[in-house]
């Protein structure tokens, strides 16, 4: 009895340092310049190189096998608190619940601790002086009839049926090595994409790719379509690299690619960020959105139709589901408009746009 009176002081003393940490925490984000400065520029740096050095090497997801384990773990923990409740063993429920919330904690911690913070680090907009707020209509449409006009070339110039994912992986790991657009927000201490253990298995969540930020594994489902391959990849590896917001990842993956001499590199940063543009002109101006679907070459358009073909096999529960999790996980964390977070990258292409002549 002593003993485990001994064990659980051991877990309200790590549930009390997590409380600590939370509230020290809470008051560290709300200065973005500090947290660009301490975290994102020193501390991650240099933290970065833990998980490389343990997980980039290996040929597979560590960080898929970790999610398994941790949510078996936790589930495992609920069910025994259950269990013990129901048999009316109290302090074997406590105890178990005592490990449930200190497990979560730890997670928690790690989880922002080892990159989380990014998402609360100072904004692209805010670093390159870009004017996102009150861009009039006009000015998208103008970057949209640029970048169409550009897809048309750039698609009768791609071979599809000559595309090699394995080796163009790692050629757009070392295109983001040698970025020099963004250095200045870049970490560039681990530059590695995998493809998930199950890439079927990840279709189901209707998700090109994903970042794990406890392994710092940059995932990239292999069934992704091929429009959609360079884009995805330079997305998650900037996540990698130390950038937080979807917008400003999606931002990042068109900059580095649009201008690239290879023609699917180019045409899937285009390809992207047109259907980015039509899709929020769809609801405002479904007029003008009738007008710039007809500017696109059949072969593009034929793209999208073979995307949305793709992901409507997968279309479910579990996807319906997983969304709903994810759009609250993105609120939690600095992103405040969800999902909806990832099509904003149209106003900072179109400020970079009006500040560089695009």
Avoid at 44 to 65: E, K, N
Avoid at 121 to 147: C, F, G, K, M, W
Avoid at 242 to 263: K, M, S, T, V, Y
Avoid at 285 to 296: G, I, N, R, W
Wanted: aromatic share 16%.
């Amino acid at each position: 009895m002593r003993s485990q009176r001994s064990n659980n002081r051991l877990y309200y003393w790590l549930i009390g340092v997590g409380v600590l940490l939370g509230i020290f925490g809470f008051f560290f984000v709300q200065d973005a310049a500090r947290v660009e400065w301490l975290y994102s520029n020193h501390f991650y740096p240099i933290y970065s190189y833990v998980p490389t050095i343990l997980f980039s090497w290996l040929p597979f997801s560590v960080g898929d096998l970790f999610y398994v384990a941790a949510l078996c773990s936790l589930l495992m923990l609920c069910l025994r608190v259950v269990r013990f409740l129901i048999l009316r063993q109290w302090q074997s429920a406590g105890r178990s619940g005592l490990q449930f919330v200190t497990m979560t904690m730890v997670l928690h911690h790690l989880f922002y601790v080892g990159w989380g913070l990014n998402y609360y680090r100072q904004p692209l907009a805010a670093t390159y002086n870009l004017e996102v707020d009150h861009i009039p209509a006009s000015a998208y449409e103008v970057v949209l009839d640029s970048l169409i006009r550009r897809a048309n070339v750039l698609r009768k110039q791609v071979d599809d049926g000559a595309i090699d994912y394995d080796q163009n992986k790692e050629q757009l790991e070392h295109v983001m090595a040698n970025d020099t657009i963004f250095d200045a927000v870049l970490r560039k201490k681990n530059i590695h994409a995998k493809y998930p253990i199950s890439s079927h298995l990840v279709s189901y969540f209707a998700v090109n790719g994903y970042f794990n930020p406890f392994t710092h594994e940059a995932h990239i489902n292999a069934l992704t379509p091929w429009p959609s391959f360079p884009f995805t990849v330079v997305h998650e590896l900037a996540h990698q690299m130390g950038i937080g917001f979807e917008d400003e990842c999606n931002f990042i993956a068109f900059q580095i690619l649009a201008q690239h001499p290879n023609p699917w590199y180019a045409y899937s940063a285009h390809y992207s960020a047109i259907q980015s543009l039509l899709a929020a002109m769809r609801v405002a101006q479904p007029e003008s959105f009738k007008h710039y679907v007809a500017l696109l070459h059949p072969q593009i358009l034929r793209d999208m139709q073979n995307e949305r073909e793709f992901w409507s096999k997968y279309n479910g529960t579990v996807n319906y589901i997983s969304g709903i999790f994810y759009n609250h996980y993105l609120q939690h964390n600095n992103q405040p408009e969800g999902a909806q977070r990832y099509g904003m990258m149209n106003r900072l292409i179109v400020a970079w746009s009006k500040k560089n002549s695009y």
